[in-house]
């Protein structure tokens, strides 16, 4: 059983589309999040849910919405599609213990390796 | 000055050979420390978190040093399947689920039969 799944595992696209990349983990875990890894590999956190709120919002542009329908998932939905969002994008999820203390464990997904053209 | 920052490499080293690697963090809060491991065009995984005391699992150790804000980590008898790049991860929360982690480039490791 994939813990944390994504799809599309693939996805190529021409600019100014709009795309979306679904999310889901069966973790039970309470917080999800979105990572942007670029062509020089550097990965950086872009959004963070913990059920189902908004938690974590780096600087992403507003084409970038993400949404979260229920705890175990997370999808995030890219509109205008441009040339620098070539990158690999993950899923990540983690969940707080009982005494509310983060797991500092987080589960990626594979990856969706998204090529804007 | 970046907030995670690690060797470049690459590091190409062969079979049993000991390799270390180094990070510094600019975040002088910063109150979690790991090493993520992440195999060619897969995802990030967690190799092992990282305390003051120092900590060893098996052939890894892990070192930190708040005072100079440095990271490090040893893998000893290196084995072909240690092949990866090794991310060093810093987070300034020591708990609560709006957990972030700051995450280095990477440094690559080749062992080479």
């Known amino acids: 059983d994939t813990a944390v799944s994504q799809t599309p595992k693939y996805l190529v696209t021409q600019m100014g589309n709009d795309k979306s990349i679904k999310c889901e983990q069966n973790?039970?875990?309470?917080?999800m999040y979105w990572y942007k890894q670029d062509s020089k590999k550097f990965l950086k956190i872009m959004f963070s849910y913990n059920n189902k709120e908004l938690i974590i919002n780096e600087t992403v542009p507003n084409r970038f919405s993400p949404k979260s329908p229920d705890k175990a998932h997370l999808n995030l939905h890219i509109n205008s599609l441009e040339l620098g969002d070539s990158a690999v994008y993950f899923c990540?999820?983690?969940?707080?213990?009982?005494?509310?203390?983060?797991?500092?464990?987080?589960?990626f997904g594979p990856g969706t390796r998204l090529t804007v053209t | 000055r970046k907030e995670v920052e690690q060797d470049p490499g690459p590091f190409n080293v062969p079979e049993g050979a000991t390799v270390a690697f180094n990070c510094t963090y600019s975040n002088s809060a910063s109150q979690s420390f790991f090493w993520y491991r992440q195999d060619c065009r897969k995802e990030p995984k967690l190799l092992m978190s990282?305390?003051?005391s120092g900590n060893e699992d098996g052939r890894f150790t892990a070192q930190l040093n708040r005072a100079s804000q440095y990271i490090s980590l040893l893998i000893r008898d290196s084995k072909l399947s240690d092949s990866a790049t090794y991310l060093c991860?810093?987070?300034?929360?020591?708990?609560?689920?709006?957990?972030?982690?700051?995450f280095g480039k990477g440094t690559l490791l080749t062992v080479n039969p």
């Open positions: 973790l039970g875990h309470d917080t």
């Open positions: 990540a999820s983690s969940q707080a213990t009982a005494s509310g203390r983060s797991s500092y464990e987080q589960y």
């Open positions: 991860v810093v987070s300034p929360h020591s708990g609560g689920s709006n957990y972030k982690l700051t």
């Open positions: 990282v305390y003051s």
